[in-house]
């Protein structure tokens, strides 16, 4: 029987047209500044932010941490919450790559205010780091997709500037919370000094993220990407996968969020979980009842053909994603509602 991989979006497969893009793809050494579709991809993404300039990378954490070492300096603070990405699963790259320490913050469900920020920025003084980044995500995913919207990213952008305190965004699922929430992604640019772009996650791209910052900053982050040994060369092939999913696959995202709350109301109705929590976007997280380990309640999907992942001894976390139809939703309402444990 074939499995329903609900493990992440990053499990996607390209489609036929997304294949055909990367296969006609015009190339060149983007080390040298030549591919020119990689050009394209980082013209069209710092465009549609609103922001100067752009830089593809393999990775979103490796966008991620050339931002942080962009934005801070040895001794240097990280403000960020406790469940980021950048903190929880990012292999301690703040510390090794940026010399940084880092701040974390309880924000509720992941999500951050100017009031929880304001207190832990430290002042002038020998004794502490100096407060230098606030990195948010969005969508959350330890908060189970919840979303920021523009309206609550606002004072947090006022507040740093007060303060001289870059802003960066993870945005892991940034188009996912642009298709929950209705706000616009040319109004980021002017509220975050750098925005990470990830391609392989909800939009169904094989490979890459992409940076967004001024020209000044790209400019640094060429010589960092270059030294983290993030330079390709006909990358092209793979920026084509980016332009062709940013041009086929974000409106299609508002499917994913459906199947997810259909997923959610199916689990909640099921005598094996304690509590799901709400679904803004793509992912499902629920508690199994007292008693059970989640572990076990994976291997008993697994069992059954649904693949997921535990996030820790009572959650579970279920990811819809472009690979994902609405018969296999069907199929695996079906599985979680008769499920014996």
Do not use: W
């Not at 040895?74 to 090794?96: F, K, L, N, S, W």
């Not at 995913?141 to 919207?149: A, E, L, Q």
């Not at 790209?218 to 060369?233: C, F, H, N």
């Amino acid at each position: 029987m074939d499995k329903i991989d609900f493990r992440s979006d990053t499990v996607t497969k390209p489609t036929a047209g997304m294949l055909e893009a990367m296969m006609n793809a015009k190339v060149g050494d983007d080390v040298f500044g030549e591919d020119e579709t990689v050009n394209a991809l980082e013209e069209k993404l710092a465009s549609l932010f609103n922001m100067e300039a752009a830089l593809f990378c393999p990775s979103g954490t490796m966008s991620n941490q050339i931002a942080i070492k962009c934005f801070t300096q040895p001794m240097d603070e990280v403000i960020c919450d406790q469940t980021a990405h950048v903190y929880r699963y990012e292999g301690g790259g703040i510390a090794y790559n940026s010399l940084a320490s880092v701040r974390l913050l309880n924000g509720e469900r992941g999500i951050l205010t100017p009031e929880m920020i304001e207190p832990e920025i430290n002042v002038e003084n020998i004794h502490y780091p100096n407060s230098s980044l606030v990195v948010l995500e969005n969508t959350v995913n330890k908060g189970g997709g919840k979303c920021y919207t523009l309206s609550q990213i606002e004072p947090i952008h006022n507040l740093c500037a007060i303060k001289g305190i870059k802003l960066h965004l993870d945005g892991a699922r940034i188009f996912n919370a642009l298709v929950a929430t209705g706000d616009k992604a040319k109004d980021y640019g002017k509220y975050f000094d750098g925005i990470s772009v990830c391609l392989s996650k909800g939009l169904g791209a094989p490979v890459g993220s992409v940076l967004l910052s001024s020209k000044a900053t790209i400019k640094k982050a060429t010589r960092i990407r270059k030294v983290l040994g993030g330079g390709m060369r006909q990358a092209g092939f793979l920026a084509a996968a980016g332009i062709y999913a940013l041009d086929n696959h974000v409106n299609r995202l508002a499917e994913d969020h459906k199947h997810a709350k259909a997923l959610a109301d199916a689990l909640s109705k099921t005598n094996y979980v304690n509590s799901v929590m709400p679904v803004e976007t793509n992912i499902v997280l629920f508690d199994v009842s007292p008693g059970l380990k989640a572990d076990s309640v994976v291997k008993a999907l697994e069992a059954k053909g649904i693949l997921c992942n535990s996030t820790s001894n009572q959650t579970i976390r279920l990811v819809t994603h472009l690979d994902i139809s609405s018969t296999m939703v069907d199929k695996a309402i079906e599985i979680l509602t008769h499920l014996h444990l």
